[in-house]
């Protein structure tokens, strides 16, 4: 390391001294040029005292204005300005001297007003200039240090984030940062240089400049850049073995100004192959304001966002329910610290059990139910379906019916892209759910005109680090070295993040106007193996090298794609381009209340063949795929 990299902050007297000096040899050499250095015309003892006059006196106003405060490495503008003050004061004092001079030894101890004024001048340069060139030498030997351990990298974006994402990284002294170059997608901008580095179009340098120059780290600094984009820079970071982050959203930091620690490494959800959806509907806030609502599932991935979401729209008192007793604590402790503002009940039950759901819907009286509560894993339901159609059906039923007597407006249920065309007991039992929320509100509304509660069903697919999710298992095994594994190498999914979700959710409990299934365009869904290679790649590793990627064959009840409708659900667009409504003919509710009670009579036989045989019964299109259900199909 340089030797001023190690200099620390220096004590002030040696700052006094430099000061001292530039000052006592300022008005030296303002003698000399005063007599046009003709040596035997300079008188040396006046020459000197008046020096060191100029310089007390000049000490002295320094250390009045705080100029000798600052650290000099860090010299700026508002340092400039302090010197400068104090050698205007310092040129007054010696004026005002001038004006009233008298007695002989005065006239040694004045200088002349010629010589103050070339003293002031080339003391205030040299002030100035000796802190910039201190300042400008340990950034020099920084950067030279720093680059000995550092990456070398480039900003991708030449604008105004660009700008301000180099300036961050250049006043953070733990940056290992090395800027080499910009890029920018500007034809207009392309051989120009900003901040001193040259500025390249594209990505068409990239390559060169990671070869040329070792490239190993990039930075998109592009504010409302388009996913298209920002994937087809990702693609060829990681096809170059290049590392990127991204600078964060402009209303992340702007308050606070961005640092280089804001700057941060490209998260999974940057990978959507679409724009994230975004839904701001001031409705929403109309519609919860004041209401008792209540959330089931409140302790998981989708119940806890919907409670933090729901918690900034004013509700009179927020319920949380949830039969997770910790998970449930944890998000209780949340509460209590982020969102104190918010009322709630924290209530730690079974949504199976029917007693228990009186209770609190006759002790809170909730205007609103948002339904998140299920088993949603695919193949601990294929072990345990009974447990499936406990909970995600007949515990559905249960809160339905209970919300109706309750008198609730509106209920809003939680379902699941794989409720289409079911290949699996835990999709099969979400469709179930939603067929008798559908016709129970036919049923209201049918015959109960003047009131009734609203049911309104979402689909979305998968959830972007929601518990049980591939997404946490495939950071987990990469943690731990590999191998990923991955079901099928043309296995693919639909994703969204959680706040997409929980937005869709809230959207629909407004939009819906009772029967509805409302679901997001997704864009097209992602392969599941493309996946888990960036994954690694983000990760700084390399596929089939450092970490390896395995195939497991498909697991009970799970299949290669999902689908958003079957081919009995037609499409109605809504006013949102990103939602649509599923129509659905509804059942006989009769009939599938009868079905589905048919569920608490088979549960006492202990016999999961009928209990599944049952549930294909209601949901025609459930077939079993990779599953030892598979055999009831062949049956029928």
Not at 327 to 339: R, T
Request: glycine residues 6%; contains cysteine; proline residues 3%.
């Amino acid at each position: 390391m340089s030797v001023f990299a190690k200099l620390s902050i220096r004590p002030r007297w040696v700052i006094t001294v430099i000061d001292g000096l530039i000052l006592f040899f300022s008005a030296l050499f303002a003698f000399m040029v005063r007599f046009n250095f003709e040596w035997q015309e300079i008188k040396f003892g006046d020459c000197v005292s008046g020096s060191a006059v100029f310089m007390f006196v000049g000490i002295l106003v320094l250390q009045i204005t705080k100029s000798q405060e600052g650290i000099v490495r860090h010299t700026g503008y508002r340092d400039g300005v302090n010197i400068l003050k104090s050698i205007f004061i310092n040129f007054a004092v010696f004026f005002i001297l001038i004006l009233f001079r008298g007695n002989a030894l005065y006239e040694h101890l004045v200088l002349p007003t010629s010589v103050l004024i070339i003293a002031s001048a080339f003391s205030l340069v040299l002030l100035i200039f000796y802190r910039l060139l201190i300042k400008e030498l340990f950034t020099y030997f920084k950067k030279v240090d720093i680059a000995k351990s550092s990456a070398n990298g480039v900003i991708f974006g030449a604008g105004d984030a660009g700008i301000i994402a180099r300036e961050a990284i250049k006043q953070d002294s733990k940056s290992r940062f090395n800027t080499i170059a910009f890029l920018d997608d500007d034809p207009n901008k392309e051989g120009k240089h900003i901040l001193g580095h040259r500025i390249y179009r594209g990505l068409a340098d990239l390559e060169k400049l990671a070869k040329q120059f070792g490239v190993t780290e990039l930075i998109i600094a592009v504010r409302d850049i388009s996913v298209t984009r920002k994937n087809e820079i990702i693609d060829e970071c990681l096809r170059l073995k290049i590392s990127v982050s991204i600078v964060p959203a402009v209303d992340q930091w702007i308050k606070g100004g961005l640092t280089a620690g804001a700057i941060r490494e490209v998260k999974i959800e940057d990978l959507l192959s679409r724009e994230q959806i975004i839904l701001d509907n001031p409705r929403i806030h109309q519609d919860l304001q004041g209401k008792v609502i209540i959330v089931t599932g409140a302790a998981g991935s989708i119940g806890s966002e919907l409670c933090r979401q729901i918690s900034h729209y004013e509700p009179k008192l927020l319920i949380l329910f949830d039969i997770a007793e910790s998970a449930l604590y944890d998000v209780e402790q949340e509460f209590k610290e982020k969102y104190p503002f918010c009322p709630i009940k924290v209530v730690l039950g079974d949504l199976r059990s029917k007693k228990k759901v009186m209770e609190v819907f006759n002790a809170f009286k909730p205007q609103v139910v948002f339904h998140a509560a299920a088993y949603k894993h695919v193949p601990m339901m294929e072990n345990y379906p009974e447990e499936a159609i406990q909970s995600n059906i007949l515990g559905t039923k249960i809160l339905a019916d209970i919300s109706v007597l309750a008198k609730v407006d509106k209920f809003v249920f939680v379902s699941t892209d794989k409720a289409v065309n079911p290949t699996n007991v835990m999709g099969a039992s979400k469709r179930a759910a939603e067929m008798y929320v559908q016709a129970l509100n036919e049923y209201l509304d049918k015959n109960h005109k003047n009131y009734y509660t609203k049911f309104i069903t979402t689909r979305f697919g998968n959830v972007l680090g929601s518990s049980g999710s591939v997404i946490p298992l495939f950071q987990k095994q990469i943690a731990n070295g590999g191998p990923i594994t991955v079901t099928h190498p043309e296995i693919t999914r639909y994703f969204m993040t959680i706040p997409e979700a929980c937005q869709l959710v809230l959207e629909a409990g407004i939009m819906g106007e009772g029967g509805e299934i409302y679901v997001f365009d997704m864009g097209e869904p992602i392969k599941i193996l493309d996946l888990a290679h960036k994954m690694i790649q983000l990760s700084g590793k390399k596929v089939d090298e450092d970490i390896n990627v395995i195939f497991t064959g498909l697991r009970d009840g799970e299949k290669l794609y999902e689908e958003l409708l079957n081919d009995f659900e037609t499409v109605k667009i809504t006013h949102h381009p990103k939602i649509k409504i599923m129509q659905v003919l509804p059942s006989c509710y009769h009939k599938i209340n009868g079905q589905i009670e048919l569920f608490m009579e088979l549960s006492t036989k202990n016999c999961e063949k009928e209990l599944v045989s049952h549930l294909k019964a209601i949901v025609p299109e459930f077939i079993s795929n990779s599953s030892r259900f598979g055999v009831l199909d062949r049956l029928n």
